[in-house]
């Protein structure tokens, strides 16, 4: 694969799974380029590919901006964009929390947002996320919170990441890390980690994870990886930025980093991965004084989300509704991986590798398989390793009820086409 292509997978990705939400700006093809060290041309070339599929618009002045993502072609079975369906959102409930908010807070919807975000929705994400309330700082979605920590650890020599392998490929494309370590049964190997930051500035060392509902794996770190981790961050002198995924669907979490080592800890987390895409409200929790670091970085190109998206969210928050839509998905979501568990079980050479909860399958393939594309998200945008790339995932959803019965048999059709059956 060239270059250019891998960028175009990586920037089509982040808008299809709403990373970068309709009407937010890509990076410029000049910090495309930086970040993947190649000419401008290069990245060039993916941007045209965006805008040939009707991902971006270009603004003469002003950049690219993403366009919403096209809707699945339910005949095909678009199984490789791991967001939730807008079609789940709870539309009547949150319409009567939206006209409360209008009809109480009036102007003040459309006033300024404030610095660190409104204090309103710093209150309920405080005691939702059990974080303490001087800790937050509301961005713009998920993927903006990576962005911030790759600013936060950029020296002279650029930031020395670590990651798990496999990972999310919006952290790999943001990150461009200098080591990846194998995601075992319970974790990484937290003794690797000092041999991974030898030799790096103690500025620019951090160590990115998703220990909860891992993506794309559906694991998780154990209690012992935990410790030992947190133990080696104070030993090793590096932060651990923790991706929170989609810990509200575990009945019985057990103690994050962000509450372990919370001065080590960078926390990150989007309501665009349990709402829907459009809510585009993410969190990043550090200690006071990182945070305000991070907060001044924020402010350099944006004041946040606007004022009624924040009270909105708020209002979701505190009425109660983002329980009972949690509850909702989650039983869609337990479903439909059953009834994918069971197709694989049929299909020779399959097996699922990673865990069962969450939106998405790790299902490891036999090195043979017919000619793509295919539906699903091919290992090799989560890692290098050889094991990564015989794996592929499985998100399951992207679609609708009403779309479900067609594209769950659409898929077995083209895994049988790859694979066989026994």
């Known amino acids: 694969m060239h270059l250019y292509e891998r960028i175009f997978e990586d920037l089509r990705r982040a808008v299809d799974e709403g990373d970068i ?39 003469v002045g002003a950049g690219s901006f993403a366009r919403a993502a096209p809707a699945p072609d339910s005949g095909k079975a678009d199984f490789s964009t791991a967001r939730l369906s807008e079609s ?23 006033s300024a947002p404030e610095s660190r ?13 059990r974080l303490p309330a001087d800790s937050i700082l509301v961005t713009g979605g998920g993927q903006q919170g990576l962005d911030l920590v790759r600013r936060l650890f950029a020296g002279r020599a650029g930031s020395w990441a670590v990651v798990e392998e496999p990972s999310y490929p919006g952290a790999l494309s943001t990150f461009k890390p200098r080591q990846a370590l194998a995601f075992g049964d319970e974790g990484p190997d937290p003794e690797s980690l000092g041999a991974a930051f030898e030799g790096a500035p103690a500025s620019s060392r951090f160590f990115y994870t998703v220990p909860q ?26 932060t651990i930025v923790e991706d929170d995924y989609l810990s509200e669907f ?65 209002g979701i928050l505190e009425s109660g509704l983002y329980e009972r839509h949690l509850a909702r998905v989650g039983a869609v979501a337990d479903r439909r991986r059953g009834e994918l568990v069971d ?33 699903w998200a091919e290992g090799w ?23 479900w019965p067609e594209a769950k048999e659409s898929l077995r059709t083209r895994l049988v086409a790859a694979f066989g059956r026994d």
């Open 21 to 59: 939400g309709p009407g937010e700006r890509l990076p410029s093809i000049r910090e495309v380029a930086e970040r993947y060290d190649c000419n401008k041309l290069t990245a060039g070339r993916a941007f045209e590919l965006l805008a040939r599929s009707g991902r971006i618009e270009n603004r």
């Open 88 to 110: 789940f959102f709870p539309y009547e409930e949150a319409g009567g929390v939206l006209a409360g908010l209008l009809a109480s807070e009036r102007g003040r919807l459309f």
């Open 117 to 129: 975000g409104e204090p309103r929705l710093i209150d309920a994400l405080s005691r939702r996320f």
């Open 213 to 238: 509902i891992h993506n794309p794996t559906g694991l998780a770190h154990s209690l012992e990886v935990r410790r030992a981790i947190a133990k080696a961050a104070e030993t090793h002198d590096f």
């Open 250 to 314: 575990v009945e019985s979490p057990l103690p994050r980093y962000v509450d372990l080592a919370p001065d080590r800890t960078l926390w990150i987390k989007s309501l665009s991965k349990t709402l829907a895409p459009g809510i585009r409200i993410g969190v990043l929790a550090a200690s006071p004084a990182r945070l305000s670091a991070i907060v001044k970085l924020r402010d350099e190109v944006d004041q946040g989300p606007s004022t009624w998206l924040q009270l909105f969210a708020a």
């Open 343 to 375: 197709m694989i079980g049929a299909l020779s050479g399959l097996r699922i590798a990673g865990g069962l909860k969450g939106y998405n399958l790790w299902v490891e393939a036999p090195e043979t398989r017919s000619a793509g594309p295919h539906p």
């Open 381 to 403: 945008r989560f890692g290098r390793g050889e094991a990564t790339r015989r794996c592929f995932r499985l998100s399951l959803m992207g679609m609708g009820e009403e779309d």
